[in-house]
């Protein structure tokens, strides 16, 4: 497999590092800047292109890993090549491989692939790949060779259905970035208490770090614990009653996906109190 990537951004830089340590053939780079084409090049070793039709004549799969909103004019763009039998891929977590519309018409195969991981820079990011999860879909015809790299660098991956590929990303999303919002409420709420920034984050250290590890070792039912759980009301209505606005729907909310999961655990606790519980977080 012969690999050109257009995109010379984290993704694209991180995925070519991570290829080339690896003894994969990288032909090279395109990007709109032919600066960021070189930078990346230089870093991964391989080649970089001033068009995307050298690119490709190069290569037998294209990886284009550039911005979601810009993948439907990278197309249009390669619709206009030669690109008999190639393999087209992207990178988008929510758009799938029909954004390649024509594609059986150019005699390729197309697939999006995503890895679960947050590239947060362009030089460093490569060294997380190891191990991480990826995500594909698409042609049969693609995705047979993208199973086969995937097994050969040794990254557990799974097939999704195209129609599934916007929920999916939700709850990438949702396990990242939702993740840092309820962090951020409740170092703000320490920090309502009379804590620093630097202190708030420190004194939960521990326990955040506990929690998303037993979590990753057992599950979510298993590792949880609090006042939902133990039915305890009076707490949870002391808490309800320090907060006001977005804070309590926030938590309101969350309290009473707790409150499912708690019901799922089949705790010991006295019905009344449950009964009690689900009244006050309605």
């Known amino acids: 497999m012969k690999i ?29 800047t032919y600066e960021n084409a070189a930078a990346a090049a230089k870093f991964t070793g391989t080649d970089c292109f001033r068009t995307m039709e050298e690119l490709a004549a190069l290569s037998d799969t294209l990886w284009i890993a550039v911005p979601d909103d810009e993948i439907g004019a990278v197309w249009d763009c390669m619709k206009g090549m030669s690109i008999d039998g190639r393999i087209i891929c992207h990178f988008s977590g929510s758009l799938s491989s ?18 679960m991981l947050a590239f947060r820079d362009k030089y460093s990011s490569y060294g997380q790949l190891d191990n991480c999860f990826f995500t594909l879909e698409g042609s049969a015809c693609a995705l047979e060779r993208l199973e086969g790299l995937l097994q050969e660098l040794g990254n557990p991956y799974r097939r999704i259905n195209a129609r599934d590929k916007a929920k999916y990303h939700c709850a990438a999303s949702v396990l990242s970035n939702d ?31 506990g929690n998303v590890e037993n979590i990753l070792a057992k599950g979510t039912l298993p590792s949880m614990t609090g006042p939902v759980l133990r039915g305890d009301v009076s707490t949870v209505e002391k808490h309800l009653a320090v907060l006001s606005g977005e804070e309590r729907e926030i938590y309101r909310l969350l309290a009473r996906r707790l409150f499912e999961m708690a019901k799922k655990r089949q705790e010991k606790v006295p019905e009344e109190k449950y009964e009690r519980m689900q009244e006050i977080l309605k």
């Not at 995109?7 to 709109?32: E, H, I, N, P």
């Open 179 to 209: 993740v840092l919002a309820l962090l951020d409420l409740g170092f703000g709420l320490l920090e309502q208490c009379g804590f620093t920034v630097e202190e708030a984050v420190y004194a939960a250290s521990a326990l955040v770090k």
């Open 98 to 115: 029909d954004v390649f519309n024509g594609i059986d018409e150019k005699q390729a195969c197309g697939a999006s692939i995503h890895p």
């Open 4 to 32: 050109g990537i257009i995109g010379a951004g984290r993704v694209g830089c991180s995925m070519g590092k991570y290829l080339t340590d690896r003894g994969k053939t990288v032909t090279g780079f395109y990007s709109q």
